[in-house]
DNA sequence: CATTCGTCCTGATAGC
DNA sequence: TGCTATCAGGACGAAT
């Protein structure tokens, strides 16, 4: 499950692969994996061809590639660098991965798109998107003006442009714009728990739910804790551990950058790490056994999701006494 | 306006 | 053995 730390993985190891390369074909193989083309599979393909990669861009889980046409690309006459104006995005969803590879490999068995890449320094030169479940996809996007420091979403040289589909995520954790008296003021302004609230791409982004009980666990805070009676110290303590999580998961998911096939597989990465919360029912909570306490994880079924919480160092938020 | 809910998908697994 | 039911969950649009 691609949560922030996994697509900054693929971003990281798709910029050296993709970027400066032209797409010289497309082929969609599941007309399904770019439904949010509204265009159609012929259009979407037509504008990739002939364009070239300028750039990864992460928001979020959102990852946008920047595009110039090939007539477009000469643009020394003027003496400025077009800007792009759109870029082709792709969103994991729950299986997509993007990998890198020589045409020689055989198909993926849910191979959706492949985009044939020029040649370069014997590079391998298909980019394919496959996507067992498809909540993912890819599809064109315009790029709009931001008012502030590029997309943000760690990338090496952000372009003073988000893509528009990505335009009303907020900013992650680990961005360095991130505002956590921005995301406080707004948290503390809603009627909702706190677990949904982590899960909002409009409030901070990134966080999906094996990282919101990850760090929840780790801040000590139940998921239906109202966030109107969240206290600003309880508020950073949570952001911090989010922090802590991502960042762990990042290292941990950062072995493979150099690897033919990029790392897409959050699972792969991700699950080889010891959890503390998620996945652990009936199981000792690690903190409390620690001090000594005999605590075993519990499961519920919130937002028709699983959550896994301890019931003795997060406990359930009593009605009205915060 | 904010918030919540239903929908999209397939494969692994449990139960009969 | 082979069938059906259940579960996993990110994001969007409809409903409240």
Redo the contacts with the bound molecule.
């Keep these: 499950?691609?949560?922030l730390p996994e697509v900054e993985v693929v971003r990281r190891g798709l910029v050296n692969w993709v970027r400066g390369r032209t797409i010289i074909s497309v082929d969609v193989l599941?007309p399904?994996s770019v439904?949010?083309h509204l265009l159609g599979p012929e259009d979407f393909a037509g504008n990739l061809e002939g364009a070239t990669v300028l750039d990864v861009v992460r928001r979020?889980?959102?990852l946008w590639m920047p595009l110039v046409e090939a007539q477009a690309a000469p643009a020394s006459a003027s003496g400025q660098n077009t800007q792009p104006a759109v870029a082709v995005m792709a969103?994991?969803?729950?299986?997509g991965q993007l990998l890198v590879e020589d045409a020689a490999e055989p198909d993926e068995?849910?191979l959706k798109v492949r985009l044939r890449l020029s040649p370069s320094n014997g590079m391998p030169n298909e980019l394919r998107f496959v996507d067992?479940?498809?909540?993912?996809g890819l599809f064109v996007t315009s790029l709009v003006p931001t008012d502030d420091g590029g997309p943000g979403g760690l990338a090496e040289e952000p372009l003073p442009m988000i893509a528009e589909?990505?335009s009303?995520?907020a900013r992650d954790p680990l961005d360095p714009h991130f505002s956590f008296d921005a995301f406080y003021r707004r948290l503390h302004?809603?009627?909702?728990?706190l677990k949904?609230?982590l899960?909002?791409?409009?409030?901070v982004?990134?966080?999906?739910?094996?990282y919101?009980?990850e760090a929840l666990w780790k801040a000590r805070l139940h998921y239906a804790r109202p966030?109107?009676t969240l206290r600003k110290a309880e508020a950073l303590r949570l952001i911090e551990a989010v922090r802590e999580v991502m960042l762990d998961a990042l290292a941990a998911g950062g072995t493979s950058f150099d690897s033919l096939y990029v790392n897409v597989n959050g699972v792969s990465g991700y699950f080889d790490r010891s959890l503390n919360a998620?996945?652990r029912e009936g199981q000792e909570c690690k903190r409390c056994a620690g001090v000594g306490l005999v605590s075993l994880m519990k499961?519920e079924?919130f937002?028709?999701?699983?959550s896994y919480t301890c019931p003795v160092c997060q406990p359930r938020p009593r009605n009205g006494r915060w």
Excluded at 189 to 193: I, S
Excluded at 205 to 210: A, E, L, T, V
Aim: charged share 30%; net charge positive; no cysteine.
């Design positions: 499950m691609p949560e599941d399904r439904r949010r979020g889980k959102f969103h994991l969803g729950m299986s068995n849910h067992q479940r498809i909540f993912g589909e990505a009303h995520i302004l809603r009627k909702t728990g949904r609230a899960l909002d791409q409009g409030l982004s990134g966080i999906g739910n094996i919101a009980d966030t109107d998620y996945g499961r079924q937002m028709n999701r699983s």
